[in-house]
């Protein structure tokens, strides 16, 4: 699986970069709101729209030939900047900003504003499997677990409003290459949605941490 790229960034070049894409994405972010809620008269919309189509041409003149990826540098430091939920240059990205601990728990707060919405000011069931999957993921990650999702079961106990919100999750167990993880996500009132999944360590992965083939006894650490 390609998407996995080593490179020689510096920490002080991963800085620069955190400095300059962060408010740039932030900025496109401000923008998906402002496109979603304006009530500007129909020559305002047509002469920014004409202002975004120069800028959208400015941006393609230098540009990946595919998506982001995961990139590490040599110290290991992974930047997963491309990433629907996570990534610092995605603006579909809430992102969430995740705390996570070895153990395997991992938590954050978020808000998700009017791009996220499915009924009526609440959040679209998708959105919310979106981040649970990562949530449980990373989970699985932190604990030395990683894995792609193999299945995943959402329980959605109560609407979710938009607004502030909070999620975790943590490996419930594991056995050789597959790492069961559980979570939620919590408005101010309590648990909106629950998930449960099974993340396994696919067998290119395999192949690659366990050359001898023996993946049941010794799952490798993920260092992101
Ligand atoms: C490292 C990256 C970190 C990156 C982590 C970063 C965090 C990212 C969080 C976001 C996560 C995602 O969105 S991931 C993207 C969404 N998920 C995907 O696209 C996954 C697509 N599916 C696959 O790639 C594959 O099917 C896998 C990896 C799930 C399994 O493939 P495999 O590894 O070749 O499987 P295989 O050898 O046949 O089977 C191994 C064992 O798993 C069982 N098994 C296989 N598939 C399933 C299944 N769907 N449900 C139940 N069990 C299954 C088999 O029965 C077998 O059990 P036994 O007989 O040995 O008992």
């Known amino acids: 699986?390609?998407?996995?790229?080593?490179?020689?960034?510096?920490?002080?070049?991963?800085?620069?970069?955190?400095?300059?894409?962060?408010p740039f994405t932030e900025v496109v972010r401000e923008l998906v709101d402002a496109t979603i809620r304006?009530?500007?008269d129909d020559d305002e919309i047509r002469a920014v729209q004409a202002e975004l189509e120069d800028i959208v041409a400015r941006l393609r003149r230098s540009q990946l030939d595919g998506p982001y990826g995961v990139r590490f540098n040599a110290t290991g430091h992974g930047r997963?900047?491309?990433?629907?939920?996570?990534g610092l240059r995605?603006?579909?990205?809430?992102?969430?900003?995740?705390e996570r601990e070895s153990t395997g728990r991992v938590r954050c707060e978020f808000h998700l504003g009017a791009a996220y919405e499915g009924p009526p000011s609440l959040v679209h069931g998708g959105v919310s499997a979106l981040i649970l999957d990562q949530m449980l993921g990373e989970a699985a990650g932190a604990g030395g677990r990683?894995?792609?999702?193999?299945?995943?079961t959402l329980h959605y106990r109560r609407a979710t409003p938009l607004g502030d919100l909070r999620a975790e999750a943590w490996i419930e167990r594991t056995e050789g290459i597959k790492t069961w993880a559980h979570g939620r996500i919590e408005d101010a009132e309590?648990?909106?949605?629950?998930?449960?999944?099974?993340?396994?360590?696919?067998?290119?992965?395999?192949?690659?941490?366990?050359?001898?083939?023996?993946?049941?006894?010794?799952?490798?650490?993920?260092?992101?």
Not at 9 to 22: A, D, R, S
Not at 146 to 152: K, Q
């Open 90 to 98: 995605n603006a579909i990205a809430p992102p969430l900003a995740i």
């Open 190 to 224: 309590g648990v909106t949605v629950e998930a449960e999944g099974l993340f396994i360590l696919p067998r290119w992965a395999r192949e690659l941490a366990f050359p001898t083939g023996d993946a049941a006894e010794t799952p490798p650490s993920y260092a992101e």
């Open 38 to 40: 304006t009530e500007v």
């Open 80 to 86: 997963p900047w491309g990433n629907s939920v996570v």
């Open 146 to 152: 990683p894995g792609m999702t193999a299945t995943l």
């Open 1 to 22: 699986m390609g998407g996995f790229q080593q490179d020689e960034m510096t920490p002080e070049q991963i800085e620069h970069e955190v400095g300059l894409y962060g």
